[in-house]
């Protein structure tokens, strides 16, 4: 875990988040907390890990996502030297389809 983002602020935002119970409680909040356009970034990012985890090719991320090659190659250094953040996501959400 990267200790430079390690803060009593940071804990409290996660706290807040983890208090989150659906969809609609998280519209609610990050459309208070962010700009539209870092969340339209963030789920891209999001999107763009699945599809590598998918193994789409940069070509079809872009197409699909319109993310820059840089972004797709940040996403994929983040799925393979990162630390699994994404990888915990989407064990979970394939739990929860079974």
């Known amino acids: 875990m990267n200790k430079k983002i390690m803060n009593d602020a940071v804990d ?8 989150l119970k659906n969809r609609n409680e998280c519209y609610s909040f990050f459309e208070d907390l962010c700009t539209v356009n870092e969340l339209l970034s963030m789920s891209q990012r999001f999107e763009v890990a699945s599809m590598l985890k998918n ?5 079809e991320i872009a197409e699909k996502t319109g993310a820059s090659t840089a972004t797709i190659s940040r996403v994929n250094r983040s799925l393979n030297y990162g630390n699994d953040g994404y990888e915990i996501v989407f064990d979970r959400m394939k739990d929860r389809e079974n």
């Open 12 to 19: 409290s935002l996660f706290d807040a988040i983890l208090c």
């Open 55 to 59: 193994h789409s090719t940069y070509l």
